[in-house]
């Protein structure tokens, strides 16, 4: 029985330019660990809400192709700016998909596809 999405790795090639570019786009900060001998920065956790890491080893490869992992936000447009500030790309900008809110994606420092939800 599924129960939900809990936890969300990204995958890094350099965890210091990764970490520049996603406190400035989402303006959070992400604590630093080291997990089983990788390189890990967690995302805070929103209540109700799954959380993630920033994740740099062997085994982690950025690839705009697979899973997108969207996060939420109050305003795309800003958000979008943000990373595009800090080195980042729009891959798809803001778009009305009606009663679900917006969508947008832009492409990370480190060449990952991410994408941003829009509440109305």
Known sequence: MFEGVFYFEIPVSDMERALAFYRATFECDLERYDVDGYDMALF????????????????????????IIYFTVPDIDATLARAVAAGGDILYPKKD????????????????RIALSQPR
């Open 97 to 112: 998909i009606g009663e679900l809110g917006f969508v947008g994606e832009f492409q990370d420092s480190e060449g990952n």
């Open 44 to 67: 805070p956790r929103a209540e109700g809400a799954a959380t993630g890491a920033l994740a740099k080893g062997d085994v982690y490869i950025p690839a705009k192709t697979g899973p």
